[in-house]
């Protein structure tokens, strides 16, 4: 987490609009500069502005925005719940429909239904999601006019957003079931289940897919990194008032604080949620064990 | 390789009238490759591409930069196949020189991420210990980023345009490639052909360069061809922030920007730059497991 933090400054510090003289515009005096420099900490070196600011960040600030001088907590704590509701159910998407599929493609192997799911989910990976969802807002939300163009409120706010930002993790997770299964389904366990007799669905139910899941899991808690990534795509689409958006406008502001704070957000959800994927590795296969 | 190559054949259906002859691993991997129709697909995908990308100014129908402020946004017809954008500049002839942009930086962060990444898995893996535990942890740090956003953070810093993206491109796949080398240097590294080489009295550069590396070769083509795929997006999608590749330059991503203010009126400024990536990418995905498939099976889970 340290690094994630030095990463960050490293590179917000680069940037090569200079905020200061942003912030005073053009004819602004050199004392007024330094002064401001001073105020913003930015006439220490680096590694005593990192500590600084690692300190601050574990006592839970983030610093000022430079653009409209709240603090950087509040403007996240304001759209981070926006960001995480819609990758959630973007997630949960991909992970129904994207296993099922993978689960029905590895029930006959190499014939019509599974070459036909297999083709759709590398074309769903090839996707854009940007533009994926400017189609669908064309033809859903302009010409069929089904649903909102953008902004948050009602469940159909949800609906095109989340299609969007699922599809390519549709594809990979419908992917990794079906080899995943496959590979289960020749082992020596799933053959004495078959020679007990039990039949077919059964089989696949409650003896393969459970230990096919250990791998889709793991893809799974990358894939958040992709949603999340994704979201400042899908939400710059549907004007959704997110984290997403919120870096956007951070970098094209030059608003180096926000821009930092946002960025170490996304990166501690995304470490958050692979370790909650990691625990949930105990439950799956309760011969995993954490002391 | 050698070994894993020999093993896979054996499992499968033998054809009568190659059976006398001797079969090379190469010949073995063509042939398997050659079979695969969507394998075949992808490859014309990429090549049809790369033939775009070079021959650009021979095939492009219009000048891509020539705006004509009466077809403003004009829709497709004889004149403009695919129509014209929104300062009047014919959108095929935009895509056709967009392909370029596309591929040149694609090939040139993978190639980066494949010297670097490469380099520092194939280090971390031979050396092991200290070396490795550092290397790699530094790697984590940056796969803690999801996907996009040390892009963003990266271009945010360097500022924008062609070298600039492909910079943020390579530096967000090396921490992959350096994971996937380490993962295979690991295994090669154990293997009794190794071990008897060292035996022997070959020091670690000879081990490396003459042992290893070549058996680490086909996992990383095919990796580096799954990884063009990510690139041409990742490209895309910060252009289209506006964050990448910038006007007037023809960059798909930025097209398909373009004609987001449009949408609503003249939806085909903003479909077929879409359609491009999405072939693109696509050809590559398709090559990527072409080849995974043709080299060596069991990879499939890996990647």
């Known amino acids: ?291 | 390789m050698h070994i894993s190559t020999r093993e896979s054949i054996t499992t499968e259906p033998r054809e009568i009238g190659l059976a006398a002859k001797p079969r090379s691993p190469a010949g073995d991997v063509a042939r398997r490759f050659v079979r695969n129709r969507l394998a075949l697909a992808g490859l014309f995908i990429v090549v049809m591409l790369t033939i775009t990308a070079i021959a650009a100014p021979v095939i492009a129908p219009k000048d891509p930069a020539a705006s004509t402020l009466g077809d403003t946004r004009a829709r497709p017809s004889r004149e403009y196949l695919l129509g014209a954008d929104e300062l009047g500049r014919d959108i095929l002839s935009r895509i056709i020189y967009g392909s370029r942009v596309a591929l040149l930086v694609a090939v040139l962060a993978v190639g980066a991420a494949t010297l670097v990444g490469g380099g520092i898995g194939l280090i971390a893996g031979f050396a092991g210990g200290w070396i490795d535990e550092v290397l790699m942890r530094l790697m984590d740090i940056l796969l803690a980023f999801p996907y996009l956003l040390l892009a963003i953070a990266i271009v945010s810093a360097l500022g924008s345009g062609v070298e600039k993206t492909t910079i943020a491109v390579a530096i967000w796949a090396v921490p992959n490639f350096a994971r996937v080398v380490r993962g295979q240097v690991l295994t090669l590294k154990e293997r009794d052909y190794v071990l008897a080489a060292r035996a022997l009295g070959a020091r670690t550069p000879r081990l490396l360069l003459v042992h290893i590396t070549p058996n680490i070769i086909a996992p990383i083509i095919v990796f580096g061809s799954l990884y063009m795929a990510n690139a041409i997006l990742l490209e895309a999608a910060l252009s289209f922030l506006g964050l990448g590749v910038q006007p007037p330059q023809a960059s798909w991503g930025l097209m398909v920007a373009s004609g987001r203010d449009f949408l609503r009126v003249d939806p085909h400024v903003t479909t077929f730059p879409g359609i491009a990536i999405m072939i693109t990418v696509l050809g590559f995905n398709l090559l990527g497991d072409g080849l995974r498939d043709a080299m060596d099976p069991r990879l499939r889970n890996r990647f």
Do not use: C
């Not at chain 1, 079931?177 to 089989?203: H, N």
């Open chain 1, 1 to 291: 987490m340290l690094g994630v933090i030095f990463v960050t400054m490293l590179t917000t510090e680069l940037i090569p609009g200079d905020p200061v003289a942003l912030m005073l515009g053009e004819n602004a005096r050199p004392e007024q500069e330094a002064a401001l420099r001073k105020h913003l900490g930015l006439d220490q070196p680096l590694p005593v502005r990192y500590a600084r600011y690692v300190l601050n960040v574990a006592t839970g600030d983030l610093g000022r925005s430079i653009q409209t001088n709240r603090p950087v907590l509040d403007e996240i704590r304001d759209v981070w719940p926006n960001t995480l509701v819609l990758a959630v159910a973007a997630m949960a998407l991909a992970i129904v429909v994207g296993v099922t599929v993978g689960v029905i493609s590895a029930v006959r192997p190499y014939g019509i239904i599974d070459s036909l799911a297999r083709v759709l989910a590398l074309i769903g990976l090839s996707m854009p999601i940007f533009w994926l969802g400017l189609v669908m807002l064309y033809v859903f939300a302009y010409y069929f006019r089904l649903f909102p163009v953008g902004g948050t409120g009602s469940w159909k706010h949800y609906i095109l957003p989340a299609i969007a930002l699922a599809t390519p993790s549709i594809g990979i997770l419908s992917r990794m079931t079906r080899s995943s299964l496959l590979d289960v389904m020749g082992e020596d366990f799933i053959r004495t289940a078959r020679a007990k007799g039990l039949r077919g669905a059964s089989i696949i139910t409650r003896h393969a897919l459970r230990n096919a899941m250990i791998p889709v899991m793991s893809v799974v808690g990358l894939q958040f990194g992709q949603l999340l990534g994704g979201a400042v795509l899908t939400e710059t689409i549907f004007s959704w008032p997110g984290l997403g958006r919120l870096t956007v406008r951070g970098v094209f502001a030059r608003d180096f604080v926000l821009v930092q704070g946002a960025v170490l957000t996304f990166a501690m959800a995304f470490v958050l949620i692979n370790l909650l994927i990691d625990l949930s590795y105990a439950y799956i296969d309760p011969r995993i064990h954490y002391d």
